[in-house]
């Protein structure tokens, strides 16, 4: 059975950016905030912090926005990138809602989550974890 990244406990988040940092360095080999599928930001004027990443959807906006067809739908839920198709038009970071897309610092392609689970094991609040979904 396919598995999704889900976000529990946001309550617990300090914002630490532990994912971030985790994501960037295991799935691009980069130490950068920037290069990475994860965003981790104040929620306002609260207490509380925002993680930002794809949530999976079944019918991805994202992937209909593409005019390369570049992004395919991906078994559980949110989207594969095929980046020999992908010509950066910043169509699909346009068309997500939640803001879950960033565009590559040099190459400006986009920097899309594919719930690998690799962020869940550096998160020491326990929010993340991987969620088993229909396929």
């Known amino acids: 059975m396919p598995k999704k990244l889900t976000i529990r406990h946001l309550e617990r988040c300090v914002g630490c950016l532990c994912c971030v940092m985790a ?3 295991e799935r691009f080999n980069k130490l950068s905030i920037d290069e990475s599928a994860i965003t981790v930001k104040a929620a306002g004027q609260t ?3 925002a993680i930002i990443v794809c949530r999976g959807c079944k019918d991805p906006v994202c ?4 005019p390369t067809g570049a992004l395919s739908k991906r078994k559980g ?9 992908c010509d950066a038009c910043g169509s699909c970071q346009e068309a997500c809602i939640l803001g879950a897309i960033k565009l590559d610092i040099l190459s400006e392609t986009p920097i899309i989550c594919i719930h690998c689970g690799k962020c869940v094991d ?12 229909e396929g």
């Open 23 to 25: 994501c960037a360095r």
């Open 47 to 49: 207490a509380y912090y």
């Open 63 to 66: 992937m209909r926005a593409c």
């Open 77 to 85: 839920g949110g989207v594969i990138l095929n980046l020999s198709k």
């Open 122 to 133: 550096f998160c020491p609040h326990g929010i993340l974890e991987m969620e088993e979904v």
